[in-house]
């Protein structure tokens, strides 16, 4: 499976992004995506995940109402629209997946990791 993340940019504190994950996954049925992220010097954290055909979303508490994690079937796409971006948000984001219809939001559920995109906010 191979997962390609994409959106990388530099944007203002207020700012909005969208980023998108193509996925090439035979049947989307059972699998499940998620967004992980990484700052320098800090460990990796769950940001949000959505069951393919569950419909299922999670989001971590810091991103609740900010973020929002959706799906194209038709284009096999994951994307996260990020609004009112905080200098925080500013990491490398990971688009990884899991053969699980269920969303977790641990790292450890989640068997295929793309490359990472890098998002900057600046204050």
């Known amino acids: 499976v191979q997962l390609q993340a994409s959106g990388r940019g530099l944007v203002q504190a207020g700012g909005s992004l969208r980023l998108s994950c193509a996925a090439s996954?035979?049947?989307?049925?059972?699998?499940?995506i998620a967004w992980f992220r990484q700052a320098p010097g800090k460990e990796r954290e769950f940001v949000a995940a959505s069951g393919w055909s569950s419909g299922i979303t999670l989001y971590a508490d810091s991103v609740k109402g900010r973020f929002t994690i959706s799906r194209d079937n038709a284009r096999n796409a994951v994307y996260l629209q990020m609004n009112s971006l905080k200098p925080g948000d500013t990491a490398v984001y990971y688009c990884v997946g899991s053969r699980s219809a269920i969303p977790k939001n641990s790292a450890a559920e989640y068997r295929d990791w793309g490359q990472g995109t890098q998002v900057t906010v600046s204050s």
């Open positions: 996954v035979p049947t989307f049925s059972t699998y499940s």
